[in-house]
């Protein structure tokens, strides 16, 4: 799986929109990007995944460059129960075995 | 169905004696994942089942852990002669390889204390 880099940390004020970039250079024409989040003492929650085209769900947007190089998740419209770390990760499939980085620690500022 | 449950939430234990954590995953995910969490990192990967068979496990799972799915179903870790440095949170995952899939369900986690 390719490898992805992202920001250690963001903060966001409460009610703007939280950008959280992620890049991933390496990735393969059939892997997935992933997003999780994990909310302090509780177990990571799968967010939004795509391959090429951007999504929305619920939850969140996922914009992923032309080249694929990059992506950003964004969550429209941040709230303080956003505040987590968020886990960007390329995989093939979903039930691919997942290898967690440091990810980014998103603040969310009153 | 209500999600992945772990059981227990929190263990207290003391140096050298045997512990053991259950996971029940959502019922149609045929595949279970078991990770490992200390303060301020990223899950670690432990070890996965598909159905009954432990297809991978990390070097992280040293002969002291070892973890069961006896009927495709709920899993068990244990840990025997526990180590201060074993404490950490212990997470459980599920997911399924065949439909419509948005990846791991994890559950909340037993956060084990070795004293």
């Known amino acids: 799986d390719a490898k992805t880099t992202q920001p250690p940390s963001m903060d966001c004020a409460e009610g703007r929109a939280a950008n959280l970039p992620c890049n991933h250079s390496?990735?393969?024409?059939?892997?997935?990007v992933y997003w999780y989040r994990q909310i302090h003492s509780q177990g990571p929650q799968y967010i939004i995944h795509?391959?090429?085209n951007n999504e929305t769900n619920e939850m969140a947007s996922l914009i992923i460059t032309e080249d694929r190089k990059s992506s950003t998740l964004i969550l429209p419209h941040a709230t303080l129960r956003d505040t987590a770390v968020y886990y960007c990760?390329?995989?093939?499939?979903?039930?691919?075995?997942?290898?967690f980085g440091p990810g980014t620690s998103l603040s969310v500022i009153p | 169905d209500t999600g992945v449950s772990q059981d227990p939430r929190h263990k207290i234990t003391k140096r050298g004696q045997n512990v053991t954590f259950r996971c029940d995953p959502i019922?149609?995910?045929?595949?279970l994942y078991w990770y490992r969490q200390t303060l301020g990192q990223g899950p670690e990967f432990l070890t996965y089942?598909?159905?009954?068979?432990?297809?991978?496990k990390s070097r992280l799972l040293s002969d002291r852990f070892s973890a069961e799915r006896p009927k495709g179903s709920f899993s068990t870790l244990e840990i025997q002669r526990t180590e201060q440095g074993d404490s950490a949170m212990y997470l459980c995952?599920?997911?399924?390889?065949?439909?419509?899939?948005?990846?791991?369900?994890f559950g909340s986690g037993t956060r084990l204390t070795v004293v």
């Open positions: 089942f598909q159905n009954e068979a432990q297809l991978e």
């Open positions: 019922s149609e995910h045929n595949r």
């Open positions: 990760i390329a995989l093939k499939t979903s039930y691919d075995k997942v290898i």
């Open positions: 795509g391959l090429k």
């Open positions: 390496t990735i393969s024409g059939n892997e997935y």
């Open positions: 995952a599920s997911s399924q390889t065949m439909g419509q899939s948005y990846g791991y369900t």
